[in-house]
Every structure is written in C-alpha cells, then in structure tokens.
C-alpha cells in the first residue's frame, strides 16, 4: 500500500488496500495533512511506527518513504500479519544459534549436541506435552542457549583435560547466572532496537531454561535450588534431554553409555533430578526411537 505526500505535507494520493490495515477509506485521508497518520511519515528511509487506526487504535507498520521531485512516496507493510511470528523465530533463531555457538567456540562436539538437543527437545514438546507449533518452537530456541553463560567461563577452565578443583567447578557452575544474565542484556537490546521482532515469551523461556537447567526435582541442584514445580518446565525438559545426550554420546572423557544403561540411569534419577512425569513419558518409548532421533537430519523451527 503506498501514500503519495504533496509539497505540502498533505495525503495526495492512496493507493492499495489502506482501509483494510487502518480503517480509513482513500477519500477520507485525502488532502489531510501527512502528521494525522504519523509525524514523521515524510522523513526519507526505512521507518517502523505506530500509526493511527480509524477506531484510534494505534498499529505498527513498516514505512519505507523517498524524495521524489519534491514530494514523498511512502510505502506501508504490517508488521503484525500472518507471518510476524514466523519471522520473529527466524531472527531469534539465528541469534540464539550464534550465540551458543560463540558461547562454547571451540568444543567440536558442540553443533552436534544442539542439534540431538533440538531433535529430542521437540520430541518432548510435541509428544508427551503436546504444545502448540509456536510452543515447541520457543522452547526448541530455548533448548539452544542453554550453555550460552559458558561464553563467561575461562577456556582452560571449560576445557580442562582434568578433574576440575572445588573452586573451578563452582566457577564453572556460575554459566548458568551468567547465561541469565547476557540473555537478559541481549533481551533489552532487542526491545531497544528492534521492538517488532520481539517475542516476550520466547525470551522468558530461554532465560529460564539458562538459569534452570542444572535444578533437581528434590531441590538439590544450582545454581536457585528450587524443587518440584516451582523449576520452570521449559527447564526440566532441557535438562532431561541435555543429561540424556551427555550420557549416550562419547566424549573425550568418556565413553558413550549403552541404551539400557541410560534408561537405567534416568529411572533411578526420576523425582531425584528429573521431573517425574517427563522421566516416565520417556521411559515409556520405545528407545530404538532415541537412536533414530539422534541421527536424524535437523528439523526447522516452525512458527
Ligand atoms: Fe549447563
Ligand atoms: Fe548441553
């Protein structure tokens, strides 16, 4: 949809489907100053602003103008259509990526983790609690930065090829504070510049899967010590699925469980560190699945 503003500062001439995002018919807002609809409408470049309704309702739209001879064309997009959350994903989805992947630079397991993390995350989400597409999809973006606070760990730390000391893994257990705590800044940047594309209960999400995902069911875990319900649920699912995949697969450290000795593990561990009833869903499966699943190429994020 597209404005034409006179010398004058007055609406020209519209063209497209104006009424059906504001409300006013063309000849309505014709020959009306450009400042009824926004102030700034006349100003050259790409803007994103609340414009008025008929109703006095405010909208966010996308205004794109430029100088033409002395008059103003303006061209106007929603931001909030069908696909404003689809787009919201997308952008979160490549940040929280970037960020977990400068957070452990340098471990060459890591991508490969996230993605078995992605993979069992949204297996959780969709089938034992049966989330909404848009659900499965936060907490899948949440699933990512789980580690992002190690970002704050020293390296030679992180990647001791050695039992860590008291002091260092105490140190150590700070990423998940710290994860908190660089989401929450990133979070006000994105308020800050980029209000259209944020998603306030994605963002809640992945704080809380940050600073949750090392809690235990009986309160025994860190960093809060919190038990039982009161653990965000977005963070007992990604603690479950982080354990699992820490267990099955082999580390330089380690060698990879077998799957009866996991499912062992998780059944002792149930109403100890892990939420009961999600440690019974996945007890429950068939764990040839798990192995499927892990070797899976990657899903996409759907809003
Ligand atoms: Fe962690
Ligand atoms: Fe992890």
């Known amino acids: 949809m597209e404005l034409e503003i006179g010398t004058q500062g007055t609406i020209d001439a519209v063209r497209g489907d104006l009424e059906s995002v504001l409300g006013f018919k063309p000849d309505e807002i014709r020959g009306l100053p450009s400042d009824f609809l926004h102030i700034d409408l ?11 309704c008929r109703n006095g309702e405010p909208t966010l739209l996308h205004a794109f103008a430029i100088h033409i001879e002395g008059r103003t064309c303006v061209y106007l997009a929603p931001v909030f259509d069908e696909h404003s959350l689809e787009v919201k994903f997308a952008y979160q989805s490549a940040l929280f990526r970037g960020l977990a992947f400068a957070a452990e630079y340098g471990d ?23 989330w909404s597409q848009a659900d499965v999809a936060r907490i899948t973006l949440a699933a990512y930065v789980h580690d992002v606070g190690k970002s704050a760990i020293p390296r030679e730390i992180l990647y001791k090829p050695a039992r860590l000391t008291p002091e260092e893994y105490r140190l150590v257990q700070t990423h998940t504070q710290k994860g908190r705590d660089v989401l929450t800044q990133i979070e006000a940047y994105v308020q800050q510049e980029c209000a259209w594309l944020y998603d306030e209960k994605g963002w809640q999400w992945a704080k809380d899967v940050a600073l949750h995902h090392h809690e235990n069911w009986d309160g025994t ?61 996945l007890l429950a499966q068939d764990w040839n699945l798990i192995r499927e699943i892990a070797c899976r190429s990657p899903m996409r994020v759907e809003g």
Not at 266 to 275: C, L, R, W
């Open 42 to 52: 006349a100003k050259p470049g790409l803007h994103t602003l609340w414009m008025r």
């Open 108 to 130: 060459p397991e890591l991508l490969n983790h996230l993605a078995r993390v992605e993979r069992y995350t949204i297996w959780i989400a969709k089938d034992a609690l049966q």
């Open 221 to 281: 875990g860190y960093p809060t010590g919190v038990s039982g319900e009161s653990i965000p649920l977005v963070a007992r699912v990604v603690k479950l699925v982080d354990v699992l995949d820490a267990l099955l697969e082999a580390r330089p450290y380690k060698e990879g469980w077998p799957l009866e000795k996991v499912r062992r593990e998780i059944d002792a561990k149930k109403g100890v560190e892990f939420d009961p009833y999600l440690a019974e869903w």
